[in-house]
């Protein structure tokens, strides 16, 4: 992805204060409420019948953590995401099969979570940012695909 | 997609809480648009898009106006935006996947303004919302 610095250390700022934990487990949750065929691919999670059992699930917030962390090992790696999502996508393709629109979904409810914990300091800038780098990751774990 | 009752309640219930912020809030959304999806300039050629534009504030309140009300016609709103539809059929022509970058925004410029509202199923139901809108303004393209 192409960042300018201002960007990268906007981004960078921003993401120390995130608690990974929390807003993973957010972001998952709201994908799985907003866009319930998504859903799909959690049928072992248990409860996912009301938004207040999804937010609340602990395998929910377990994985979006785990999903979470991943992103942010992402954002050290800012030159080679493809690289360093490689393995991952192989995964996901070949194991998970996932379709990767999912991870288009879940980048743009992961900018809507963040905006809802920081508010106007989600500047317009920041979101930019923040939207190249989702679209990069996205891109990322969809490159291995056959 | 069918907008459900606890649709039009969460839907009401959030737009009130918008209030009279409306407008700052649709050019805030516009501003959040044109800058991480700069492909949505090519449409506004004719506007000054720099921050505090008098012509993006318009706009934002343009677009304010219209979704305030659709918020009171959810029940008839390919009724109530067709002659918005008409505009953005045969003038506009908007290109339909446009409508997902601006709507994308505007939950975002909600989710920063009203987060203690901004909850998960009010989330969903203003998605959906969006969506519908949207629908309509692109149901007569072809």
């Not at chain 1, 194991?95 to 990767?100: A, S």
């Not at chain 2, 009752?5 to 009401?12: G, H, L, M």
């Not at chain 2, 989710?111 to 919302?129: E, I």
Request: aromatic share 8%.
């Amino acid at each position: 992805v192409h960042l300018t610095g201002e960007e990268k250390s906007g981004l960078t700022a921003l993401w120390a204060k995130v608690n990974v934990e929390e807003i993973g487990g957010e972001a998952l949750g709201r994908l799985l409420v907003v866009y319930p065929w998504t859903q799909r691919f959690f049928e072992h999670f248990g409860d996912l019948s009301t938004a207040d059992a999804v937010m609340k699930n602990p395998k929910v917030k377990k994985h979006g953590q785990k999903v979470l962390a991943s992103f942010g090992e992402g954002l050290k790696h800012l030159d080679n995401l493809k690289g360093t999502f490689a393995t991952l996508s192989e995964l996901h393709c070949d194991k998970l099969h996932v379709d990767p629109e999912n991870f288009r979904l879940l980048g743009n409810v992961l900018v809507v979570v963040l905006a809802r914990h920081f508010g106007k300091e989600f500047t317009p800038e920041l979101q930019t940012a923040y939207q190249k780098v989702v679209a990069g990751v996205a891109n990322a774990l969809a490159h291995k695909y056959h | 997609m069918v907008l459900s009752p606890a649709d039009k309640t969460n839907i009401k219930a959030a737009w009130a809480k918008v209030g009279n912020h409306a407008a700052d809030f649709g050019a805030e959304a516009l501003e959040r648009m044109f800058m991480s999806f700069p492909s949505t300039k090519t449409y506004f050629s004719h506007f000054d898009l720099g921050h505090n534009s008098t012509q993006v504030k318009g706009h934002g309140k343009k677009v304010a106006d219209a979704l305030t009300k659709a918020v009171g016609h959810l029940d008839t709103l390919p009724d109530a935006l067709s002659d918005l539809s008409d505009l953005h059929a045969h003038k506009l022509r908007v290109d339909p996947v446009n409508f997902k970058l601006l709507s994308h925004c505007l939950l975002v410029t909600l989710a920063a303004h009203l987060p203690g509202d901004f909850t998960p199923p009010v989330h969903a139901s203003l998605d959906k919302f969006l969506a519908s809108v949207s629908t309509v303004l692109t149901s007569k393209y072809r």
